[in-house]
Protein backbone atom coordinates (compact mmCIF):
# COMPACT_ATOMS: atom_id res chain seq x y z
CA UNK A 1 0.00 0.00 0.00
CA UNK A 2 1.22 3.64 -0.95
CA UNK A 3 2.15 5.79 1.76
CA UNK A 4 2.22 8.67 -0.34
CA UNK A 5 0.01 11.37 1.45
CA UNK A 6 -2.75 12.19 -1.19
CA UNK A 7 -5.53 13.54 1.74
CA UNK A 8 -5.18 16.57 3.22
CA UNK A 9 -7.62 17.86 6.28
CA UNK A 10 -8.55 21.55 6.27
CA UNK A 11 -6.81 22.49 9.44
CA UNK A 12 -3.37 21.10 7.80
CA UNK A 13 -3.30 23.48 4.87
CA UNK A 14 -2.08 27.15 4.38
CA UNK A 15 -2.45 29.46 1.47
CA UNK A 16 1.09 29.03 0.60
CA UNK A 17 0.37 25.40 -0.56
CA UNK A 18 -1.94 26.43 -3.77
CA UNK A 19 0.31 23.83 -5.81
CA UNK A 20 -0.74 21.04 -3.91
CA UNK A 21 -4.00 22.23 -2.28
CA UNK A 22 -5.24 23.96 -5.29
CA UNK A 23 -6.64 27.50 -5.10
CA UNK A 24 -9.93 26.55 -3.18
CA UNK A 25 -8.15 24.00 -0.82
CA UNK A 26 -5.48 25.94 0.23
CA UNK A 27 -7.67 29.43 0.89
CA UNK A 28 -10.51 27.47 2.67
CA UNK A 29 -7.75 25.71 4.93
CA UNK A 30 -5.82 29.45 5.11
CA UNK A 31 -9.73 30.68 6.26
CA UNK A 32 -10.02 27.94 8.80
CA UNK A 33 -6.79 28.88 10.64
CA UNK A 34 -7.78 32.86 10.30
CA UNK A 35 -11.57 32.81 10.82
CA UNK A 36 -11.86 30.08 13.01
CA UNK A 37 -13.70 26.45 12.54
CA UNK A 38 -16.77 27.87 13.77
CA UNK A 39 -17.14 29.93 10.22
CA UNK A 40 -15.77 27.10 7.95
CA UNK A 41 -17.35 24.20 7.52
CA UNK A 42 -14.70 21.11 7.67
CA UNK A 43 -13.55 18.72 5.43
CA UNK A 44 -10.97 17.29 3.50
CA UNK A 45 -8.45 18.36 0.37
CA UNK A 46 -7.30 15.56 -2.58
CA UNK A 47 -4.18 17.20 -3.84
CA UNK A 48 -3.39 17.82 -7.14
CA UNK A 49 -0.90 15.15 -7.56
CA UNK A 50 -3.40 12.65 -7.16
CA UNK A 51 -5.56 14.57 -10.12
CA UNK A 52 -2.34 14.15 -12.37
CA UNK A 53 -1.84 10.27 -11.43
CA UNK A 54 -5.12 9.44 -12.07
CA UNK A 55 -4.78 11.13 -15.60
CA UNK A 56 -1.83 9.40 -16.57
CA UNK A 57 -2.71 6.16 -15.29
CA UNK A 58 -6.86 6.38 -15.80
CA UNK A 59 -7.27 4.68 -12.26
CA UNK A 60 -6.99 6.44 -9.01
CA UNK A 61 -4.10 6.04 -7.33
CA UNK A 62 -2.81 3.20 -4.44
CA UNK A 63 -4.19 3.88 -1.38
CA UNK A 64 -6.21 7.42 -2.03
CA UNK A 65 -9.51 5.13 -1.02
CA UNK A 66 -8.21 4.30 2.33
CA UNK A 67 -7.19 7.71 3.14
CA UNK A 68 -10.04 9.58 1.56
CA UNK A 69 -12.41 7.60 4.29
CA UNK A 70 -9.95 7.90 6.77
CA UNK A 71 -9.91 11.67 6.66
CA UNK A 72 -13.88 11.35 6.39
CA UNK A 73 -14.12 9.59 9.82
CA UNK A 74 -12.40 12.71 11.04
CA UNK A 75 -14.78 15.22 9.66
CA UNK A 76 -17.65 12.77 11.03
CA UNK A 77 -16.07 13.45 14.79
CA UNK A 78 -16.38 16.90 14.24
CA UNK A 79 -19.31 16.87 12.86
CA UNK A 80 -20.87 14.28 15.56
CA UNK A 81 -22.25 13.11 12.48
CA UNK A 82 -21.77 10.09 10.51
CA UNK A 83 -22.23 9.56 6.61
CA UNK A 84 -24.39 7.87 5.49
CA UNK A 85 -26.76 7.58 8.28
CA UNK A 86 -30.50 7.04 7.57
CA UNK A 87 -31.13 9.19 10.44
CA UNK A 88 -29.37 12.15 10.84
CA UNK A 89 -26.60 12.07 8.09
CA UNK A 90 -23.78 13.90 7.51
CA UNK A 91 -24.13 15.44 3.39
CA UNK A 92 -20.61 16.69 2.01
CA UNK A 93 -20.25 18.64 -0.99
CA UNK A 94 -17.65 17.27 -3.50
CA UNK A 95 -15.63 20.64 -5.43
CA UNK A 96 -12.89 21.14 -7.62
CA UNK A 97 -10.16 23.71 -6.98
CA UNK A 98 -7.40 24.25 -9.42
CA UNK A 99 -3.85 26.15 -8.85
CA UNK A 100 -5.58 28.71 -11.00
CA UNK A 101 -9.19 29.96 -10.28
CA UNK A 102 -11.36 28.41 -13.44
CA UNK A 103 -14.40 29.91 -12.72
CA UNK A 104 -17.27 27.84 -13.58
CA UNK A 105 -15.04 25.36 -15.96
CA UNK A 106 -14.99 22.67 -13.19
CA UNK A 107 -17.65 20.45 -11.64
CA UNK A 108 -19.14 20.40 -7.97
CA UNK A 109 -21.66 18.35 -6.79
CA UNK A 110 -23.86 19.08 -3.43
CA UNK A 111 -25.68 17.08 -0.76
CA UNK A 112 -23.22 13.71 -1.41
CA UNK A 113 -25.04 11.19 1.07
CA UNK A 114 -28.26 11.44 0.38
CA UNK A 115 -30.51 8.51 -0.45
CA UNK A 116 -34.15 7.11 -0.27
CA UNK A 117 -33.50 5.89 3.21
CA UNK A 118 -31.96 9.14 4.97
CA UNK A 119 -34.10 11.95 3.21
CA UNK A 120 -36.58 10.68 5.43
CA UNK A 121 -34.22 11.05 8.83
CA UNK A 122 -33.26 14.23 7.55
CA UNK A 123 -36.71 15.40 7.43
CA UNK A 124 -37.61 14.37 10.75
CA UNK A 125 -34.05 15.66 11.86
CA UNK A 126 -34.77 18.93 10.74
CA UNK A 127 -38.55 19.14 11.07
CA UNK A 128 -38.48 20.34 7.54
CA UNK A 129 -39.79 17.68 4.97
CA UNK A 130 -39.26 20.20 1.82
CA UNK A 131 -35.88 20.66 2.91
CA UNK A 132 -34.73 17.50 3.00
CA UNK A 133 -36.58 16.44 -0.28
CA UNK A 134 -35.42 19.93 -2.08
CA UNK A 135 -31.78 18.83 -1.13
CA UNK A 136 -32.33 15.19 -2.29
CA UNK A 137 -33.73 16.64 -5.66
CA UNK A 138 -30.80 18.87 -5.93
CA UNK A 139 -28.38 15.86 -5.17
CA UNK A 140 -30.12 13.84 -8.25
CA UNK A 141 -30.20 16.43 -10.46
CA UNK A 142 -26.08 17.32 -10.29
CA UNK A 143 -25.09 13.91 -9.89
CA UNK A 144 -26.79 13.10 -13.42
CA UNK A 145 -25.51 16.14 -15.27
CA UNK A 146 -22.16 16.18 -13.65
CA UNK A 147 -21.47 12.32 -12.85
CA UNK A 148 -23.54 10.72 -15.61
CA UNK A 149 -23.53 13.23 -18.50
CA UNK A 150 -26.98 13.83 -18.94
CA UNK A 151 -28.17 16.80 -20.42
CA UNK A 152 -28.89 19.53 -18.03
CA UNK A 153 -31.99 20.57 -20.36
CA UNK A 154 -33.76 17.58 -19.27
CA UNK A 155 -33.23 18.31 -15.88
CA UNK A 156 -34.52 21.67 -15.88
CA UNK A 157 -37.20 21.27 -18.24
CA UNK A 158 -38.81 18.63 -16.26
CA UNK A 159 -38.65 21.62 -13.23
CA UNK A 160 -40.33 24.10 -15.18
CA UNK A 161 -43.17 21.33 -16.38
CA UNK A 162 -43.54 21.30 -12.17
CA UNK A 163 -43.95 24.56 -11.67
CA UNK A 164 -46.39 24.42 -14.21
CA UNK A 165 -48.36 22.28 -12.85
CA UNK A 166 -47.55 23.75 -9.37
CA UNK A 167 -48.82 26.88 -10.42
CA UNK A 168 -45.60 28.47 -8.85
CA UNK A 169 -43.21 30.89 -10.27
CA UNK A 170 -39.89 29.73 -9.14
CA UNK A 171 -37.58 26.25 -8.05
CA UNK A 172 -37.76 27.42 -4.10
CA UNK A 173 -41.75 27.48 -4.06
CA UNK A 174 -42.08 23.85 -5.60
CA UNK A 175 -44.31 21.44 -2.79
CA UNK A 176 -43.00 18.36 -1.34
CA UNK A 177 -45.10 16.06 -3.49
CA UNK A 178 -43.18 18.09 -6.55
CA UNK A 179 -39.97 17.71 -5.51
CA UNK A 180 -40.65 13.72 -4.57
CA UNK A 181 -42.29 13.46 -8.01
CA UNK A 182 -39.17 15.23 -9.48
CA UNK A 183 -36.52 12.55 -8.37
CA UNK A 184 -38.54 9.71 -9.09
CA UNK A 185 -38.21 11.48 -12.62
CA UNK A 186 -34.66 12.35 -12.76
CA UNK A 187 -34.54 8.72 -11.57
CA UNK A 188 -35.45 7.22 -14.60
CA UNK A 189 -32.91 9.24 -16.41
CA UNK A 190 -30.23 7.33 -15.47
CA UNK A 191 -29.34 4.99 -12.45
CA UNK A 192 -28.68 6.68 -9.19
CA UNK A 193 -26.07 5.03 -6.63
CA UNK A 194 -27.90 4.56 -2.95
CA UNK A 195 -24.85 3.63 -1.21
CA UNK A 196 -23.57 7.25 0.12
CA UNK A 197 -19.92 5.69 -0.44
CA UNK A 198 -20.26 5.14 -3.78
CA UNK A 199 -21.38 8.62 -4.47
CA UNK A 200 -18.58 10.31 -3.20
CA UNK A 201 -16.03 7.96 -5.50
CA UNK A 202 -17.87 8.71 -8.20
CA UNK A 203 -18.33 12.92 -7.92
CA UNK A 204 -14.37 12.56 -6.98
CA UNK A 205 -13.67 10.47 -10.18
CA UNK A 206 -15.97 13.23 -12.39
CA UNK A 207 -14.22 16.21 -10.81
CA UNK A 208 -10.43 14.59 -11.76
CA UNK A 209 -12.16 13.86 -15.17
CA UNK A 210 -13.46 17.61 -15.42
CA UNK A 211 -10.31 18.97 -15.76
CA UNK A 212 -10.34 16.69 -18.70
CA UNK A 213 -13.39 18.74 -20.56
CA UNK A 214 -13.91 20.46 -23.51
CA UNK A 215 -15.09 23.77 -21.61
CA UNK A 216 -12.01 23.38 -18.91
CA UNK A 217 -9.49 22.69 -22.08
CA UNK A 218 -10.67 25.62 -23.85
CA UNK A 219 -10.43 28.13 -20.49
CA UNK A 220 -6.90 26.97 -20.36
CA UNK A 221 -5.94 27.23 -23.67
CA UNK A 222 -7.55 30.74 -23.58
CA UNK A 223 -5.44 31.61 -20.17
CA UNK A 224 -2.44 29.88 -20.79
CA UNK A 225 -3.29 27.63 -17.58
CA UNK A 226 -0.40 24.31 -18.34
CA UNK A 227 -2.55 21.04 -19.12
CA UNK A 228 -0.82 19.31 -16.50
CA UNK A 229 -1.44 20.80 -13.78
CA UNK A 230 -4.59 18.65 -12.18
CA UNK A 231 -7.07 19.71 -9.79
CA UNK A 232 -7.25 19.22 -6.40
CA UNK A 233 -11.05 17.97 -5.09
CA UNK A 234 -12.54 19.76 -1.81
CA UNK A 235 -15.21 17.53 0.18
CA UNK A 236 -16.55 19.71 3.23
CA UNK A 237 -19.37 19.31 5.31
CA UNK A 238 -22.39 20.46 3.57
CA UNK A 239 -24.33 23.99 5.23
CA UNK A 240 -27.23 24.68 3.55
CA UNK A 241 -28.67 27.90 2.09
CA UNK A 242 -32.28 25.89 1.06
CA UNK A 243 -33.41 25.98 4.84
CA UNK A 244 -36.15 28.68 4.25
CA UNK A 245 -36.50 32.59 4.35
CA UNK A 246 -33.74 32.66 7.30
CA UNK A 247 -31.36 30.72 4.72
CA UNK A 248 -29.58 32.30 1.74
CA UNK A 249 -26.40 31.51 -0.42
CA UNK A 250 -24.24 34.21 -2.65
CA UNK A 251 -20.49 35.87 -3.61
CA UNK A 252 -19.98 38.71 -2.73
CA UNK A 253 -16.87 40.99 -3.94
CA UNK A 254 -14.64 43.56 -0.95
CA UNK A 255 -14.81 45.63 -3.76
CA UNK A 256 -17.09 46.65 -6.44
CA UNK A 257 -16.41 43.89 -8.93
CA UNK A 258 -16.52 46.12 -11.94
CA UNK A 259 -15.15 49.72 -11.30
CA UNK A 260 -12.82 48.91 -7.85
CA UNK A 261 -14.63 51.76 -5.44
CA UNK A 262 -14.51 50.70 -1.82
CA UNK A 263 -17.84 49.45 -1.82
CA UNK A 264 -18.55 45.65 -1.97
CA UNK A 265 -20.38 44.14 -4.39
CA UNK A 266 -22.22 41.17 -5.31
CA UNK A 267 -25.43 38.73 -5.73
CA UNK A 268 -27.16 36.28 -3.40
CA UNK A 269 -30.88 33.86 -3.47
CA UNK A 270 -32.85 33.39 0.04
CA UNK A 271 -33.59 29.62 0.48
CA UNK A 272 -30.72 28.51 -2.19
CA UNK A 273 -27.71 26.40 -2.90
CA UNK A 274 -24.69 28.14 -3.75
CA UNK A 275 -25.08 27.12 -7.72
CA UNK A 276 -27.90 28.91 -8.30
CA UNK A 277 -26.32 31.89 -8.11
CA UNK A 278 -23.35 30.91 -10.03
CA UNK A 279 -24.77 28.59 -12.26
CA UNK A 280 -27.23 31.09 -13.69
CA UNK A 281 -29.95 29.48 -13.57
CA UNK A 282 -31.96 31.36 -11.44
CA UNK A 283 -31.75 35.60 -10.97
CA UNK A 284 -30.08 36.62 -7.84
CA UNK A 285 -30.93 39.73 -5.84
CA UNK A 286 -28.21 42.27 -5.42
CA UNK A 287 -25.70 42.10 -1.70
CA UNK A 288 -27.21 45.69 -0.84
CA UNK A 289 -30.38 43.71 -0.27
CA UNK A 290 -28.71 41.37 2.45
CA UNK A 291 -28.56 44.25 4.77
CA UNK A 292 -32.46 44.42 5.01
CA UNK A 293 -32.93 40.82 4.94
CA UNK A 294 -30.57 39.81 7.42
CA UNK A 295 -28.34 42.45 8.62
CA UNK A 296 -26.61 40.34 11.36
CA UNK A 297 -25.41 38.16 8.82
CA UNK A 298 -24.73 41.20 6.38
CA UNK A 299 -22.60 42.95 9.15
CA UNK A 300 -20.81 39.72 9.50
CA UNK A 301 -19.97 39.31 5.90
CA UNK A 302 -18.60 43.16 5.94
CA UNK A 303 -15.96 42.43 8.91
CA UNK A 304 -15.07 39.42 7.30
CA UNK A 305 -14.31 40.63 3.99
CA UNK A 306 -12.50 43.24 5.19
CA UNK A 307 -10.05 41.17 7.66
CA UNK A 308 -9.69 38.50 3.89
CA UNK A 309 -8.44 41.64 2.76
CA UNK A 310 -6.38 42.64 4.99
CA UNK A 311 -5.02 38.84 5.26
CA UNK A 312 -4.36 38.76 1.52
CA UNK A 313 -3.46 42.15 0.76
CA UNK A 314 -5.87 41.84 -2.24
CA UNK A 315 -8.98 42.26 -3.39
CA UNK A 316 -11.32 39.40 -2.50
CA UNK A 317 -14.25 36.89 -3.80
CA UNK A 318 -15.80 34.81 -1.87
CA UNK A 319 -18.45 32.58 -1.51
CA UNK A 320 -20.62 32.05 1.34
CA UNK A 321 -24.07 30.80 2.91
CA UNK A 322 -26.02 31.74 5.97
CA UNK A 323 -28.09 28.45 7.44
CA UNK A 324 -30.70 29.36 9.72
CA UNK A 325 -29.20 32.65 10.36
CA UNK A 326 -25.58 32.09 10.75
CA UNK A 327 -23.41 33.06 8.14
CA UNK A 328 -20.68 30.65 6.87
CA UNK A 329 -17.58 31.08 4.68
CA UNK A 330 -17.10 28.57 2.10
CA UNK A 331 -14.64 30.52 0.00
CA UNK A 332 -12.36 32.96 -0.81
CA UNK A 333 -10.15 34.08 -3.36
CA UNK A 334 -8.44 37.31 -5.30
CA UNK A 335 -10.79 38.58 -7.47
CA UNK A 336 -11.16 38.64 -10.88
CA UNK A 337 -11.78 41.98 -12.41
CA UNK A 338 -11.37 44.02 -15.08
CA UNK A 339 -8.55 46.58 -15.85
CA UNK A 340 -10.38 49.74 -15.18
CA UNK A 341 -10.81 48.10 -11.80
CA UNK A 342 -7.44 46.68 -11.01
CA UNK A 343 -6.46 50.55 -11.53
CA UNK A 344 -8.93 51.99 -9.31
CA UNK A 345 -8.37 49.35 -6.57
CA UNK A 346 -4.30 49.83 -6.74
CA UNK A 347 -4.60 53.32 -5.82
CA UNK A 348 -6.84 52.65 -2.75
CA UNK A 349 -5.09 50.43 -1.25
CA UNK A 350 -1.69 52.35 -1.63
CA UNK A 351 -3.65 55.26 -0.11
CA UNK A 352 -4.98 52.98 2.94
CA UNK A 353 -1.48 51.90 3.28
CA UNK A 354 -3.16 48.26 2.89
CA UNK A 355 -0.13 47.79 0.69
CA UNK A 356 3.33 49.80 -0.59
CA UNK A 357 3.81 50.92 -4.54
CA UNK A 358 5.60 47.94 -5.88
CA UNK A 359 2.97 45.56 -3.87
CA UNK A 360 -0.11 47.44 -6.09
CA UNK A 361 1.56 47.52 -9.24
CA UNK A 362 2.00 43.58 -8.55
CA UNK A 363 -1.75 43.25 -8.33
CA UNK A 364 -2.22 44.72 -11.85
CA UNK A 365 -2.34 42.07 -14.58
CA UNK A 366 -0.14 44.33 -17.60
CA UNK A 367 -1.55 41.65 -19.87
CA UNK A 368 -5.55 43.22 -19.53
CA UNK A 369 -4.71 46.79 -19.57
CA UNK A 370 -5.52 46.99 -23.30
CA UNK A 371 -8.95 46.98 -21.84
CA UNK A 372 -8.74 50.34 -21.11
CA UNK A 373 -8.34 50.58 -24.58
CA UNK A 374 -11.68 49.47 -26.01
CA UNK A 375 -14.06 51.57 -27.95
CA UNK A 376 -16.98 52.46 -25.75
CA UNK A 377 -20.25 54.15 -26.39
CA UNK A 378 -20.67 57.88 -27.21
CA UNK A 379 -22.97 58.39 -23.54
CA UNK A 380 -24.67 61.47 -25.63
CA UNK A 381 -28.16 61.73 -26.22
CA UNK A 382 -30.17 61.26 -29.54
CA UNK A 383 -30.10 57.73 -29.14
CA UNK A 384 -32.56 54.83 -28.68
CA UNK A 385 -31.76 51.92 -25.75
CA UNK A 386 -33.69 48.96 -26.96
CA UNK A 387 -32.66 46.46 -24.59
CA UNK A 388 -30.72 45.91 -21.39
CA UNK A 389 -28.01 42.70 -20.73
CA UNK A 390 -24.79 42.07 -18.51
CA UNK A 391 -21.69 42.21 -20.79
CA UNK A 392 -19.52 39.35 -20.30
CA UNK A 393 -16.93 41.35 -22.58
CA UNK A 394 -14.74 44.71 -22.49
CA UNK A 395 -16.23 47.31 -24.24
CA UNK A 396 -18.44 48.57 -26.92
CA UNK A 397 -19.28 46.17 -30.33
CA UNK A 398 -21.63 46.16 -33.14
CA UNK A 399 -22.80 42.56 -35.21
CA UNK A 400 -24.87 40.04 -35.99
CA UNK A 401 -26.90 39.09 -33.18
CA UNK A 402 -26.79 34.77 -32.29
CA UNK A 403 -28.08 32.65 -29.76
CA UNK A 404 -25.79 29.60 -29.10
CA UNK A 405 -21.76 29.42 -28.52
CA UNK A 406 -21.93 26.94 -31.58
CA UNK A 407 -23.61 29.58 -33.52
CA UNK A 408 -21.12 32.45 -32.73
CA UNK A 409 -17.79 30.45 -33.24
CA UNK A 410 -19.46 29.27 -36.99
CA UNK A 411 -20.00 32.85 -37.62
CA UNK A 412 -16.57 33.97 -36.57
CA UNK A 413 -15.16 31.32 -38.39
CA UNK A 414 -16.83 32.56 -41.81
CA UNK A 415 -15.53 35.92 -40.52
CA UNK A 416 -18.79 37.89 -39.57
CA UNK A 417 -19.23 39.62 -36.44
CA UNK A 418 -20.99 38.79 -34.40
CA UNK A 419 -22.86 38.97 -30.77
CA UNK A 420 -23.91 35.91 -28.91
CA UNK A 421 -26.84 37.06 -26.66
CA UNK A 422 -27.57 34.21 -24.45
CA UNK A 423 -31.04 34.15 -21.04
CA UNK A 424 -27.66 33.73 -18.88
CA UNK A 425 -23.83 33.41 -19.65
CA UNK A 426 -23.25 29.63 -18.46
CA UNK A 427 -19.60 28.15 -18.63
CA UNK A 428 -20.65 26.01 -21.49
CA UNK A 429 -20.80 29.04 -23.19
CA UNK A 430 -16.99 29.01 -23.18
Known amino acids: MSDHKWVYDFAEGSKDMRELLGGKGANVAEMTRVLGAERVPAGLTIT ?59 DTILNVGLNDASVTGLARA ?21 VQGVAGDRFEDAIAKAKRAAGVASDSELPVG ?57 VQQMVFGNKGDTSATGVAFSRDEMTGAPEPSGDFLVNAQGEDVVSGVRTPR ?37 EEGRLYMLQTRSAKRPAQAAVRFAVDAVN ?60 AQASRDVILVRPFTEADDV
Open 48 to 106: TEACVAYMRSGAEPEGLDAQVFDALARLEEAAGKRFGDDEDPLLVSVRSGARESMPGML
Open 126 to 146: TGNERFAWDSYRRLVQMFGNV
Open 178 to 234: ALKSLVEEFKSFYEFPDDPREQLRQAIRAVFDSWSGERAVSYRRINRIPDDWGTAVN
Open 286 to 322: DLAELKDVMPEAYEQLMEIMRTLESQYKDMQDVEFTV
Open 352 to 411: EGLLTREEALRTIDAGKLDALLHPTFDRSDGYEVLAHGVAASPGAAAGEIVFTAADAVAA
